[in-house]
């Protein structure tokens, strides 16, 4: 993949813009002529313009800087459009194009090259649901390798451990273990529990180490900001992962709000279908079902909604009210005959929260047993999962749970300009893709992370546009490629060592996280909360 990884190089030197017949890409040997991972390969359609080898591009580096020859390097003359040598020896320059520091450039360029002919090098600190995806989908194209994991859970550490061929004195009990030994890492993925983030986050980043942070960030404002700060000062590639930015869908939707495809936007609808069984999983049984165990509902699940309605309408949000509550999953709406597990309980086929319906399917469908049923047991038997459901968590019954999070709740925010947005999170629906309407002065588009439908009021004319596929490995396709294109923008920007081409800005996480707690705290108070002016970034 050196390709692929010289062009970040060659678009940070110049502008330089290839003859069209080098128009190329690096297409990975699958068989396929297209690579269906290329939304996530580059930074835009310009950056995908790379030679049609590592050699040419070296060339190319070389016309650039200046220098009176190239055939130290072994390269040749460059090539006409139908292959045949051109009768202009580019290699040879009477007179140097580039000062001296972008000769430097040049050099230092080189030595990127040789460097990045060896993949990445990324640890694991935590190696649950998320830590495993992100490490698995970091060596779907051979770029990185996992060269150490750390969890608690010697299972969970050694499945992903034995997956990536990691020698066993790299496979730690704790990141504390980690961070201390020496650095045998160029990246950390951290995907500990939510208040497990500031520690490590903080110690990894001191260590030298780049950082891909599960979200949200921490579960403080203060801890958040601290993060933020450390990766500004430690000059860290820092990755917060909101995947919803980086999916073929978001991709596609942002091009036509920047072309004016509707015109200004004016108001923007936004719905998270959590799906009843998921809720039930993760916030009513699961993880994320206590404040004082994790976070609440709005900042552990929609913190990325909530950075991607700002990453839509593209302005600084500066009022925000919000509603909900915990209205289903409580004591009192508990029926009469139920029982305190499923399994020991006369209503479990007609409960659509019981257990055993929601997790026996799982079996033999590999996506499924990958998540949800994991987390629940990693035996992955018929006989497995009943005794994981007659002893664990996950098969108490829903109505006597200590759980305390909201399971609806409602955001309305007012952006700059008058630009404004309203955001939906609700247990009750299926589990399905967030859907959204946007309202333009020239026209609307609704979606469902599927399909983008276009009405433009110019023309009358409605246009439906379908989001382009990314074939992944079974198992690895989330968040509607977004884990991918996470991934692949953090690889990115690792390679190239110019995280600002893949990767946004940290503090605009870091605003979507104080919106979220802002948000919080206006349901609690019933109160509109005004952030004009407010010390935030």
């Known amino acids: 993949m050196v390709e692929g990884r010289l062009v970040g190089a060659r678009h940070r030197i110049d502008q330089y813009e290839p003859p069209a017949s080098s128009i190329a890409h690096r297409v990975p040997e699958t068989g396929s002529s297209v690579d269906p991972l290329r939304p996530y390969l580059v930074a835009d359609d310009e950056l995908a313009r790379a030679g049609k080898s590592a050699e040419e591009l070296l060339r190319r580096l070389v016309v650039l800087s200046g220098a009176h020859s190239c ?70 194209d051979g770029r990185a390798q996992i060269v150490a994991v750390a969890d608690p859970d010697c299972t969970r550490r050694d499945e992903l451990a034995d997956r990536h061929a990691v020698s066993t004195d790299r496979r730690f009990e704790s990141w504390e273990a980690l961070v201390d030994g020496p650095r045998i890492a160029d990246a950390v993925v951290v995907a ?13 980043l001191d260590g030298g180490y780049h950082l891909l ?25 820092f990755a917060v992962a909101h995947v919803l930015r980086y999916t073929p869908y978001t991709l596609t939707l942002k ?49 990325h909604d909530i950075d991607w309605l700002s990453h839509v309408v593209g302005r600084p949000a500066r009022r925000v009210s919000s509603f ?19 399994l020991d309980c006369v209503l479990q086929q007609s409960c659509p929260y019981s257990a055993p319906k929601i997790y026996l399917p799982c079996l033999g469908d590999r996506a499924r047993e990958r998540w949800p049923l994991h987390t629940v ?41 008058g630009v404004t947005a309203s955001f939906t999170a609700t247990a009750f629906t299926g589990f399905e893709f967030r859907k959204t309407k946007l309202f333009g002065t020239h026209g609307c588009i609704e979606g469902d992370g599927t399909v983008l439908d276009l009405l433009d009021f110019r023309t009358g004319q409605r246009e439906r546009i379908p989001m382009p596929t990314v074939d992944m490995p079974e198992g690895l396709e989330g968040h509607g490629g977004g884990d991918a294109g996470l991934v692949r923008a953090f690889v990115n920007a690792l390679v ?19 919106l979220t707690w802002a948000a919080e705290q206006a349901r609690l108070t019933a109160s509109v909360i005004d952030l004009f002016g407010a010390d935030r970034p």
């Open 71 to 140: 055939r130290s390097l072994s390269v040749g003359p460059p090539q006409s459009p139908q292959g045949q040598q051109s009768n202009s020896n580019l290699c040879d320059r009477s007179e140097p194009k580039w000062p001296k520091v972008q000769t430097a450039l040049f050099v230092w360029s080189i030595q990127r090259w040789a460097c990045m002919t060896q993949p990445v090098r990324i640890a694991v600190a935590g190696a649950g649901n998320r830590g495993q995806r992100y490490a698995d989908l970091a060596m779907v």
């Open 192 to 204: 500990t529990q939510d208040r497990l983030h500031y520690e490590p986050a903080l110690a990894f």
């Open 213 to 237: 942070l599960e979200k949200p960030i921490a579960t403080t404002p203060e801890q958040c900001d601290r993060i933020v700060e450390a990766a500004e000062r430690a000059g860290a590639t």
């Open 255 to 303: 091009r036509l709000l920047d072309s004016d495809a509707i015109g200004d936007v004016v108001s923007v609808e936004h719905l998270e279908p959590i799906g009843w069984w998921h809720f039930a999983h993760s916030f009513v049984r699961g993880h994320w079902r206590r404040e004082d165990e994790s976070t609440f509902m709005l900042l552990a699940k929609c913190v």
């Open 324 to 342: 909900g509550g915990l209205h289903h999953f409580r004591a009192d709406q508990r029926p009469a005959d139920a029982a305190d597990r499923c």
């Open 377 to 417: 047991t990693s035996d992955l038997t018929v006989e497995g999962v009943l005794s994981a459901l007659q002893n664990g968590p996950y098969g108490r019954c829903v109505y006597a749970c200590d759980n305390d999070v909201v399971d609806h709740q409602v955001v309305s925010i007012e952006y700059e300009g």
């Open 496 to 514: 190239s060592g110019d995280p600002a081409a893949h990767l946004p800005d940290p503090r605009q996480a870091l605003a979507a996280h104080h």
